[in-house]
């Protein structure tokens, strides 16, 4: 994932909150923002910073949006970046629940004590995939294979720590499986990903809907299982729990803040990915992108990321993901 930060927000400048629905003094208003997608293009960080970048614009609650991809080591590249800038840069950065484990893994020096959580934006469930040619026809039929010899299936995801990462270890361990003999490949996200799964380069692959919808659609790729508790509308893909597998899994995706910001600039930024939610433009991009409505403000998100950063350390520490 990929970071460039060259951040000139000046939180104190101007922009018009026109066609939302609420009003911020006009010294609050926001400029020249630039938001991070700690990854590469096509991802899901990259996909919801460029959703913003158009909504913001669109409805005026933000002026002069630049995205900029800073990919590497699960985001914490990113993450790293966006704290240390030299200059003073009330801008924004696209997290979520993979950055959690990305930095235990990596045991990164820079770490979300660092930031100010701005909102939690939404989630994706996970379905796991092979190609359409694979003899692998169910979730049965990886099970048994894994069983049978562990190492003749390649698990294929984001990074180590990850959403996906974490989603297969849960599979293994509910289906009675040793996680420790697990051959989990680091094969990137997007494009990326298809390509290894689409080439034989990987047994299964996984990631959120929307990065594989076309794929399904088109039948080059066959879904076995999706991270649901329930089926998802408009998605015919079973879940984990109703072929009794218990797993369930939701990747969740947020907006950071410099830990920098002063009271009035976190109201102002708070207020506008608030109203930024409730338009009906970001409403129907999410429809489209499967992307499911976790909207939390900055105050309840930042209680919900406590709680999760330690729900996530006990979980990869379970599965001895970290020591």
């Known amino acids: 994932m990929k970071f460039g930060i060259s951040a000139k927000?000046?939180?104190?400048?101007a922009l018009a909150f026109a066609t939302v629905a609420f009003t911020a003094p006009a010294s609050a208003e926001l400029k020249s923002v630039e938001i991070?997608?700690?990854?590469?293009?096509g991802g899901g960080y990259d996909q919801h910073a460029r959703a913003m970048q158009q909504v913001m614009q669109n409805h005026k609650l933000?002026?002069?949006?630049?995205v900029v991809n800073i990919p590497g080591a699960g985001g914490t590249i990113g993450l790293s970046q966006f704290v240390t800038a030299k200059k003073r840069n009330p801008g924004m950065m696209i997290s979520g629940l993979g950055m959690i484990g990305a930095i235990l893994i990596?045991?990164?020096p820079v770490t979300l004590d660092q930031v100010t959580p701005l909102g939690r934006l939404t989630g994706e469930y996970q379905p796991i995939v092979v190609a359409a040619d694979s003899p692998i026809k169910t979730l049965d039929d990886l099970i048994r294979k894994f069983k049978a010899d562990p190492g003749s299936v390649s698990w294929g995801g984001f990074a180590v720590g990850s959403p996906d990462h974490i989603l297969y270890a849960l599979i293994v361990k509910a289906a009675g499986g040793d996680v420790g003999k697990m051959n989990y490949i680091a094969a990137g996200a997007g494009g990326e990903m298809m390509a290894s799964i689409l080439g034989g380069h990987i047994t299964?692959?996984?990631g959120g809907y929307n990065e594989m919808a076309s794929q399904l659609q088109a039948g080059k790729l066959?879904?076995?299982?999706?991270?649901?508790p329930q089926r998802v509308p408009g998605i015919d893909i079973p879940t984990f729990k109703e072929q009794g597998v218990d797993v369930e899994l939701v990747n969740w995706r947020a907006v950071m803040a410099p830990a920098t910001l002063k009271a009035d600039e976190?109201?102002?930024?708070?207020?506008?990915v608030g109203a930024m939610v409730r338009t009906d433009e970001w409403k129907q991009i999410a429809k489209e992108r499967g992307w499911i409505d976790l909207y939390l403000p900055a105050d309840r998100f930042a209680a919900f990321l406590k709680e999760e950063r330690s729900r996530i350390g006990t979980v990869l520490t379970d599965l001895g993901l970290v020591k």
């Open 62 to 66: 933000a002026s002069g949006i630049q």
């Open 266 to 272: 976190l109201k102002a930024m708070d207020e506008a």
């Open 106 to 108: 990596n045991k990164s």
């Open 9 to 13: 927000l000046s939180v104190a400048a």
């Open 36 to 41: 991070i997608a700690p990854a590469n293009p």
């Open 204 to 206: 299964v692959a996984t």
């Open 222 to 228: 066959r879904a076995l299982a999706i991270s649901a």
